[in-house]
């Protein structure tokens, strides 16, 4: 089979990496794959094309700035790149992150409708279900479930400063993403597939495969303590984010820092140089980790992983941490729960969560979870799992396609 997979990126970030992992499994079963990205670029060996450059995608986002439009841009080098999929003629499309600031929905979904070629659709995040944002729930907006209007959100991702325009972006998106029948969608978790079946495209199919990491990778490793030797921790504590924000928990984390033992320390990984001058002396913040060996020992090094988000469509980090055999602590929000079990961790509440991750703390270090049961957990997300199933859903729709024409 012939598979195109559009993206963003392209081996970069949780969704290009999977991205990079899907297309590798097609090679290795002597399929083919053509990665289309928007953003950034594609590692050599990948059959990959990039729609549009630098250029396009910050007109893309100006327009956005201004007009609230995000998604509607970029139809010039969207049609330049259907020309190139044509030419490709695949067998099956696999939609990752249709938003990013390089891809004109319209022009894509024309196209799908035309070639009426089956189509896979992992949803990564909540955007192709708003009028504007990417997650609602820390917002508590339950707009988009019947339309949305006056946006709560519309000066966070996809960023508009004038107008606002989801009430029409919705009216557009629901009739687009509608407009084709063959569509089966994908979602890395048990809440985000409630969240499709309470949205505008509920009568398309919806698979649950959770992302998965390569425990090859990811594992326990002897690190001698020289970690915490290096940032004078006798307990530390982890955090992991690409992106650190209100949603993912650095404020919460500063207010843990101020009632944590003498003896804790915080680490951060991922911030930025400006968050990091503003952090109080029993934080270490550290810009983003290029290499994965680095961020495995990391995970190792730490006594307790903690989860800060308030909203993930599932929680990656936390599964990377407890395959590392690294107990854990989440957040009692969305789908972050579905990454933990009662024995490689805890599960606090929404209502108290600065005072009960630390009474977990305090718990835990005098009753650490098994390493062995940390593992245990993370192996039922593994990458070998998600791509085996990816796989499935392939075949099923191949053998379903002719139906579609």
Not at 130 to 157: I, M, P, R, S, V
Not at 167 to 192: A, G, H, L, Q, R
Not at 203 to 211: A, D, E, F, L, M
Not at 370 to 392: G, H, I, V, W
């Amino acid at each position: 089979m012939k598979v195109l997979q559009i993206n963003t990126v392209c081996d970069s970030g949780s969704t290009g990496r999977i991205v990079a992992d899907l297309y590798k499994v097609l090679i290795d079963n002597g399929h083919e794959c053509l990665v289309g990205y928007g953003r950034g670029s594609a590692p050599e060996g990948i059959n990959a094309i990039r729609i549009g450059n630098d250029l396009d995608m910050y007109l893309h986002a100006l327009g956005t700035r201004i007009t609230d439009k995000h998604g509607f841009y970029s139809k010039r080098v969207t049609e330049e790149f259907i020309e190139k999929v044509e030419n490709y003629n695949p067998d099956i499309i696999h939609l990752h992150n249709v938003h990013g600031y390089y891809l004109n929905i319209e022009v894509l979904f024309d196209y799908l409708r035309k070639v009426k070629k089956p189509v896979v659709w992992t949803l990564h995040d909540c955007w192709p279900l708003t009028g504007h944002c990417a997650y609602f729930d820390y917002a508590g907006c339950n707009k988009w479930e019947t339309g949305c209007f006056n946006c709560l959100q519309k000066k966070e991702y996809p960023k508009s400063i004038f107008f606002d325009n989801s009430e029409s972006n919705y009216k557009n998106k629901k009739k687009i993403f509608n407009s084709i029948s063959n569509i089966i969608f994908i979602t890395p978790s048990n809440w985000m597939a409630d969240q499709v079946k309470n949205s505008f495209v509920n009568n398309y199919n919806i698979k649950v495969i959770y992302n998965g990491i390569d425990l090859d990778v990811f594992k326990p490793i002897i690190t001698n303590d020289d970690v915490k030797s290096a940032y004078k921790a006798d307990y530390l504590l982890l955090g992991v984010a690409n992106v650190w924000d209100e949603r993912k928990g650095l404020n919460r984390f500063i207010e843990l820092s101020k009632i944590i033992d003498r003896d804790c320390k915080i680490l951060l990984i991922g911030l930025n140089e400006k968050q990091i001058q503003k952090l109080p002396s029993n934080i270490i913040g550290i810009t983003k980790t290029k290499k994965i060996d680095e961020l495995v020992k990391l995970y190792n090094a730490a006594d307790i992983y903690i989860n800060m988000s308030v909203e993930e469509t599932m929680g990656l980090t936390t599964v990377e941490a407890l395959a590392c055999g690294t107990q854990s602590i989440v957040i009692n929000s969305t789908a972050i729960p579905e990454t933990i079990s009662d024995y490689s961790g805890f599960i606090v509440q929404k209502n108290d969560i600065i005072q009960s991750v630390y009474s977990c703390i305090k718990y835990m270090r005098k009753n650490p979870k098994l390493s062995y049961d940390c593992r245990e957990q993370a192996k039922k997300f593994t990458k070998q799992s998600m791509c085996d199933n990816y796989l499935t859903v392939y075949n099923g729709v191949m053998c379903i396609k002719d139906e579609y024409v």
